[in-house]
């Protein structure tokens, strides 16, 4: 298995743009999840997916973030409008959530997100 | 979720063993410990994780006290790639909660040459 996979690696935008990240989790796996690292926040959750329902959205810091999950195998989060604050490395992951994989994520290699 | 405490920093010598220790005095019966880590600009890892027992893989070993207040992870041979933070979170095998992991401020394990 390639692993969870996100594109773009990098992405420099400008404010007021639109934004969207892509992962596709492990073939199998059943929940998803989009993190965001800070240097002055850590990784934070945002999204937590469980077979394409979102299970816990609190963590989206508001409306200008959304996240969907069309199928098993694709998810999008999308910032519009984009602002400099939300500058942050983006990160998703996957889980099989029910067996004892259930708190063990496999984690992509994130999305660096500068918003100028 | 119980409260963990990690040290904010451990320095280790390349080829020894590094100990990284977490406390977690309010772990109660149904939670497991999970040890993660994050190598510099990579997504977090699973490294191992346990209950009460000692557990051992390809990776690293990890010690739970009898009273599982505390544990020690421990990376028998550190090489200069064991260079990350690492994150131990106690968190129960199967949430009824349905809350997703969450991750602390970690240690900040740096192997010297």
């Known amino acids: 298995d390639a692993g969870v996979i996100q594109s773009p690696r990098h992405e420099v935008t400008e404010m007021g743009q639109e934004v969207t990240l892509r992962c596709k989790p492990i073939?199998?796996?059943?929940?998803l999840f989009w993190y965001r690292q800070t240097m002055m926040r850590g990784l934070e959750l945002l999204i937590y997916?469980?077979?394409?329902?979102?299970?816990?959205d609190s963590g989206m810091p508001e409306d200008r973030f959304s996240a969907k999950m069309p199928n098993a195998s694709f998810s999008t989060l999308k910032i519009q409008p984009s602002e400099p604050r939300d500058s942050a490395v983006y990160f998703c992951?996957?889980?099989?959530?029910?067996?004892?994989?259930?708190?063990?994520?496999?984690f992509g290699a994130g999305s660096r997100l500068t918003v100028l | 979720d119980a409260k963990t405490t990690q040290p904010t920093s451990m320095d280790c010598a390349e080829g020894r063993a590094a100990n990284l220790p977490c406390n977690h005095s309010?772990?109660?019966?149904?939670?497991?410990v999970y040890w993660y880590r994050q190598i510099h600009s990579q997504g977090p890892q699973y490294i191992i994780h346990?209950?009460?027992n000692n557990e051992t893989n390809e990776m690293a070993s990890l010690i739970i006290t009898e009273d599982r207040k505390s544990s020690t992870l421990i990376l028998p041979h550190a090489t200069l790639r064991d260079t990350a933070v690492y994150y131990c979170?106690?968190?129960?095998?199967?949430?009824?909660?349905?809350?997703?992991?969450?991750f602390g401020s970690g240690t900040r394990l740096q192997v010297q040459p």
């Open positions: 992951a996957s889980s099989l959530e029910g067996g004892a994989g259930a708190n063990v994520l496999t």
């Open positions: 073939s199998g796996h059943n929940s």
């Open positions: 997916f469980n077979n394409n329902v979102p299970i816990d």
């Open positions: 309010t772990i109660s019966g149904n939670e497991y």
């Open positions: 346990g209950l009460k």
């Open positions: 979170i106690v968190r129960p095998h199967m949430d009824t909660g349905r809350r997703a992991l969450t």
